[in-house]
């Protein structure tokens, strides 16, 4: 269960967070817990989780180990303030910043060099799922990204489907939904790396994923975990979540 803060939460905001949401996961041990803050409060979250199971990601990385490259946090910074995962290709990246496939697989394969966990995000935007053509977006984005990962790599990926449309903005893709992108992906994953890769690989769902909706999609067998932007910004609702 991870949680992405985007661009919230400063330091002092980040430790007043951990202080009432630790307690709340201490006895959690079904499940793996990270939160990806905001660079600049990487640390105060290391600092705030040491000694319990929760781990702390970024929300990018770069492609290149150093360099002039202004504005980008390269994987071995992560991993030298503690951090053990790393979100890769969000959709408000692709939307944004001009992320494409091709970066997405060069800065997981950037993560996987420096140690990191990648969670790398897929998904459709509105306009392709209404011309039927989510499977062939998620079919494309696996096959111009991901599968440029030899087997070794994928085995260390963890995958997000997010369809774009259902981040933010309140409406969840329902269970069967999510469930047949999954298995879109989960398809994809046994042709190009085999069966085992595919039983073995974590797809996370995300988009607008609350406490009142997480218990339906995590009763979906193909979901294996959940990507959650605003609803981990709060202890009560992000614990709740990881609690289902
Ligand atoms: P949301 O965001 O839960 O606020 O919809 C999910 C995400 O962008 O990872």
Same mark, same amino acid.
């Given at each position: ?8 939460? *400063? ?9 009432? @949401?630790?307690? &709340? ?15 600049? /409060? ?12 929760? !781990? ?17 946090? #390269?994987?071995?910074? &992560? *991993?030298?303030?503690?951090? /053990? ?5 969000? /959709?408000? +990246? ?26 790398? #995000? ?21 096959? %111009?990204?991901?599968?440029?990962? *030899?087997?070794? !790599? @994928?085995? %260390? ?28 992906? +989960?398809?994809?994953?046994?042709? %190009? ?33 959940? &990507?959650?932007?605003?609803? /981990? &910004?709060?202890?009560?609702? @992000?614990?709740?979540?990881?609690? @289902?």
């Amino acid at each position: 269960m991870a949680g992405n803060w985007k661009m919230y939460k *400063t330091p002092a905001e980040t430790t007043a967070f951990f202080e009432k @949401f630790r307690p &709340l996961v201490e006895k959690s041990s079904h499940c793996e817990i990270v939160i990806c803050p905001p660079f600049t /409060s990487l640390v105060a979250a290391v600092a705030a989780v040491q000694g319990s199971a929760i !781990q702390v990601g970024g929300q990018n990385v770069a492609w290149a180990k150093e360099g002039a490259f202004t504005g980008e946090i #390269c994987g071995q910074m &992560l *991993t030298s303030v503690g951090a /053990s995962y790393a979100i890769i290709g969000h /959709s408000e +990246r692709r939307q944004y910043f001009c992320e494409t496939d091709e970066t997405v697989l060069k800065r997981t394969q950037a993560a996987l060099e420096a140690g990191l966990t990648p969670i790398v #995000c897929v998904g459709e935007r509105l306009e392709e799922r209404e011309s039927g053509n989510t499977a062939n977006v998620l079919i494309g984005q696996f096959n %111009k990204g991901i599968a440029g990962l *030899t087997d070794q !790599q @994928f085995a %260390k990926i963890v995958i997000a489907y997010e369809p774009v449309w259902a981040i933010g903005t309140g409406k969840t893709a329902t269970p069967e939904m999510a469930a047949d992108a999954h298995r879109v992906i +989960r398809e994809q994953v046994r042709a %190009k790396y085999g069966k085992d890769a595919g039983d073995a690989v974590r797809i996370l769902y995300g988009g607008s994923v609350k406490p009142d909706n997480v218990k339906t999609l995590m009763a979906q067998p193909e979901i294996d975990g959940s &990507l959650v932007g605003g609803a /981990s &910004l709060d202890p009560v609702s @992000f614990s709740s979540i990881v609690n @289902f």
